[in-house]
């Protein structure tokens, strides 16, 4: 079954940087659009970035674009989110996220989350 587990949160002072990590197994990871969502206390979960299977395309939302790099590892099985530049509104947990395609549906994988929180 579709396995998603991210690691690398923490704490981290304003101004500073983390790397989050998500290990995929249970399906074919090379062919996989991938994707991280964050979701912050009493907020619905937002879309932060995706990454197109060969890494060719990557699309980021506008609250992070030239902060948050994504990237991918086809022979780990890892996709990584780089987070630099972090502010107090990034504090959320972080969900690794891929989609299937079904007739009629999409169906949404996800991860248990890694919280990440931005203070002084």
């Known amino acids: 079954q579709v396995q998603l587990v991210e690691s690398g949160g923490g704490l981290v002072q304003p101004g500073g940087s983390l790397r989050l990590s998500c290990a995929a197994s249970?399906?074919?990871?090379?062919?996989?659009?991938m994707s991280w969502y964050r979701q912050a206390p009493g907020k619905e979960r937002d879309w932060v970035a995706v990454i197109s299977s060969t890494s060719i395309t990557t699309n980021y939302a506008d609250s992070v674009k030239g902060r948050f790099t994504i990237s991918r590892d086809n022979a780990k099985n890892t996709v990584t989110l780089q987070m630099d530049s972090l502010k107090p509104e990034d504090t959320a947990v972080y969900y690794c996220?891929?989609?299937?395609?079904?007739?009629?549906?999409?169906?949404?994988?996800w991860g248990q989350g890694t919280q990440v929180t931005v203070s002084s």
């Open positions: 249970g399906f074919d990871f090379r062919t996989a659009t």
């Open positions: 996220n891929t989609k299937k395609v079904r007739p009629g549906i999409v169906v949404d994988y």
